[in-house]
């Protein structure tokens, strides 16, 4: 039996992670009245539940540094700029700073020159000797540290809130989210799509926003074109309260072992990638990681010997070619656009990858930041974009 026609959106967005709600809420402000998100879960279930909030200023190329320069200042005033009262919605937004600890002599070479970057774009970033380090963080072992960069306007807020922060107003602006709905085939006749199959009915959009997070690439699939997104797991443990370090420890990066942690409450949230990983979509958490965690953060921080685990979860780094975002249209397709493989900071970029999607569908190209660099042909052209400060 065919199916009927449920819905035709002007945008349809796919998924309804931080970015999709972002996108919805963008473009509800532009003025779009019949948008539809469809998200197979519930809103913010994916990826977005998983992360560690991280938000920074401190990337090395320019694109990444304007697009949280963005972010940044919509997080500081996620009230004012939504409407929202704090009581319909609390962020949380603390900004204890992000402190990258350098023990290469390559890797502190090109965050010193990052810094150079970053200075000249306006962000307030430090940089610390080891001496100034020991000085300011006493429990940290720096022995083997050459130095250090320290942003105070970088921090951490909730995923949950901004998710439903944007979603709350798109929905007072008239978007619809069906939840519980998942894409299941996309039709195209020639370099359109005409046709979207979930299991609530057929959708004809006008144009489609990807935003599918770590299943991009089956997104792309279904739509026949490459999105060369996949799915790597990422761990993350947190602790009981622990009142040996600040309680404004900034989220610390050692760069010589992938190891961060940062202020959760009372606790500690601390993580570190292990590059061993295959790309796949198992979300077990990953227990066998915690001894080379516990190792490398007690290096770090000797008093965490005391430190005690209280539990863990893993979730999937939506992970590009280059580590850096993909926002834009598909090219072979006049009405399918793309937000994702952000690679690990797809929370912190989330205002901004709204803001530009919305640009792309309203007014044709992208006006805030210029974003050329960020096109899915540069993975076919082979120029890539490079960043550095990948945690
Ligand atoms: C352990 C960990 C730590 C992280 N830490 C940080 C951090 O500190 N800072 C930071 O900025 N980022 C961090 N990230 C990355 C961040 O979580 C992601 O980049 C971000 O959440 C991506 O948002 P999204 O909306 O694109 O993806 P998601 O939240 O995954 O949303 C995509 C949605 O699409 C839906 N979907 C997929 N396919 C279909 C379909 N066929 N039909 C309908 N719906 C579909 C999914 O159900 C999902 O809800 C971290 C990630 C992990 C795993």
């Known amino acids: 039996m065919a199916l009927a026609v449920e819905a035709t959106p002007q945008v349809l967005i796919i998924g309804g992670g931080v970015i999709g709600c972002s996108v919805a809420y963008h473009l509800a402000q532009r003025g779009l009245k019949n948008i ?22 401190q990337f090395s190329n320019e694109v990444n540094i304007r697009i949280s320069q963005y972010s940044l200042d919509f997080f500081e005033n996620f009230n004012r700029y939504t409407g929202l009262s704090q009581e319909e919605c609390d962020i949380g937004f603390h900004q204890y700073g992000y402190l990258f600890l350098l023990t290469n002599e390559q890797t502190w070479r090109e965050f010193r020159e990052n810094v150079v970057l970053q200075r000249q774009l306006g962000v307030p970033v430090e940089e610390f000797n080891q001496a100034e380090l020991a000085e300011r963080y006493p429990g940290l072992e720096v022995s083997d540290v050459l130095g250090a960069t320290f942003c105070g306007k970088d921090g951490h807020a909730s995923m949950h809130e901004v998710t439903q922060g944007f979603a709350r107003k798109a929905r007072q602006a008239g978007v619809t989210f069906w939840e519980n709905c998942a894409v299941k085939a996309i039709k195209r006749e020639g370099r359109r799509i005409v046709e979207v199959e979930t299991d609530r009915g057929l959708i004809r959009p006008e144009v489609v926003a990807g935003c599918a997070g770590p299943w991009s690439g089956l997104l792309g699939e279904m739509a026949g074109v490459e999105i060369p997104v996949k799915p790597y797991k990422r761990t993350l443990f947190f602790s009981e309260a622990f009142d040996e370090l600040s309680p404004t420890q ?91 493989g952000f690679s690990g900071h797809g929370f912190q970029q989330s205002p901004a990858a709204g803001l530009l999607i919305s640009e792309l569908i309203v007014d044709g190209q992208a006006k805030t930041i210029d974003i050329s660099s960020l096109g899915i042909e540069r993975f076919r052209s082979g120029r890539l974009t490079r960043e550095r400060n990948i945690v």
């Open 36 to 57: 539809l998100v469809v998200e197979r879960n519930t809103l913010g279930s994916g990826s977005t539940s998983r992360a560690a909030g991280g938000i920074r200023l």
């Open 250 to 340: 900034p989220m610390t990066i050692d760069m010589g072992t992938g190891l961060y942690f940062r202020r959760e409450g009372p606790g500690f949230l601390i993580g570190e990638t292990d590059e061993s990983q295959l790309p796949g979509f198992d979300i077990s958490t990953d227990w066998n990681w915690l001894d080379t965690v516990v190792e490398h953060a007690m290096q770090r921080v000797p008093s965490f010997e005391r430190l005690r685990i209280r539990n863990g979860w893993s979730g999937l780094y939506d992970t590009s070619p280059d580590h850096n975002s993909i926002i834009g249209k598909i090219p072979e397709l006049d009405n399918f656009y793309v937000a994702t």
